[in-house]
C-alpha cells in the first residue's frame, strides 16, 4: 500500500488507497444522497478508469437509505463490495443490503483477508479488462 489520501465528510471518513478505499461511517449517522454525491466526486478524482473495491468497516452503528446504492450500479469500475465487522447484528444488515447492488460482495472480520479478497477480485477484473482490448 501506498500514500492514503483521507477525507471526513461529516458523516464518516474515506481512506483512499492505490487499489480500494475505506469508508467508516460515524456512530449514529444517517447515510443518504447527499453523502452519496461527495462520495462520488472522492472515486471519480481517484480511481478514474481503474478498477477500485469499496470497503465498509463497520465499527458504529448507523442507518443506510438502501436507495443510495443504486449510486453503486452506475459506478463500472467498481468491482468488489467488502464490509468488514465482528458484530453479527451488522453482518445480517450488511447481507440485507446486498441484495441493493450487483458487485461481488463478502464479510469479514478483519482488514487483512479484506485486502487479500479485494486485490484478488480487482487482479481478476483488470484481467477480463486486458483480455477484451
Same mark, same amino acid.
Given at each position: %500500500?501506498? #500514500? /492514503?489520501?483521507?477525507?471526513?465528510?461529516?458523516?464518516?471518513? #474515506?481512506?483512499?488507497?492505490?487499489?480500494?478505499?475505506?469508508?467508516? &461511517?460515524?456512530?449514529?449517522? /444517517? #447515510?443518504?444522497?447527499?453523502?452519496? !454525491?461527495? /462520495?462520488? !466526486? =472522492?472515486?471519480?478524482?481517484?480511481? %478514474?478508469?481503474?478498477? /477500485?473495491?469499496? #470497503? +465498509?468497516? *463497520? &465499527?458504529?452503528? $448507523?442507518? &443506510?437509505?438502501?436507495?443510495? $446504492?443504486?449510486?453503486?450500479?452506475?459506478?463500472?469500475?467498481? &468491482?468488489?463490495?467488502?464490509?468488514? +465487522?465482528?458484530? @453479527?447484528? %451488522? *453482518?445480517?444488515?450488511?447481507?440485507? @443490503?446486498?441484495?441493493?447492488?450487483?458487485?461481488?460482495? @463478502?464479510?469479514?472480520?478483519?482488514?487483512?483477508?479484506? =485486502?487479500?479478497?479485494? +486485490?484478488?477480485?480487482?487482479?481478476? @477484473?483488470? !484481467?477480463?479488462?486486458?483480455?477484451?482490448?
Amino acid at each position: %500500500m501506498g #500514500i /492514503f489520501h483521507y477525507y471526513d465528510i461529516g458523516n464518516a471518513e #474515506i481512506y483512499v488507497f492505490d487499489d480500494f478505499l475505506i469508508k467508516q &461511517v460515524k456512530e449514529g449517522a /444517517f #447515510i443518504s444522497d447527499d453523502e452519496t !454525491e461527495l /462520495f462520488v !466526486e =472522492i472515486i471519480e478524482k481517484h480511481f %478514474m478508469n481503474k478498477n /477500485f473495491a469499496f #470497503i +465498509s468497516n *463497520r &465499527v458504529a452503528s $448507523y442507518t &443506510v437509505n438502501p436507495l443510495v $446504492y443504486n449510486a453503486a450500479k452506475e459506478i463500472p469500475n467498481l &468491482v468488489a463490495f467488502a464490509v468488514i +465487522s465482528t458484530d @453479527e447484528k %451488522m *453482518r445480517e444488515t450488511s447481507r440485507f @443490503e446486498n441484495k441493493f447492488h450487483n458487485k461481488p460482495f @463478502e464479510l469479514f472480520e478483519n482488514l487483512s483477508d479484506t =485486502i487479500l479478497w479485494t +486485490s484478488k477480485i480487482i487482479k481478476q @477484473e483488470d !484481467e477480463k479488462k486486458s483480455e477484451i482490448l
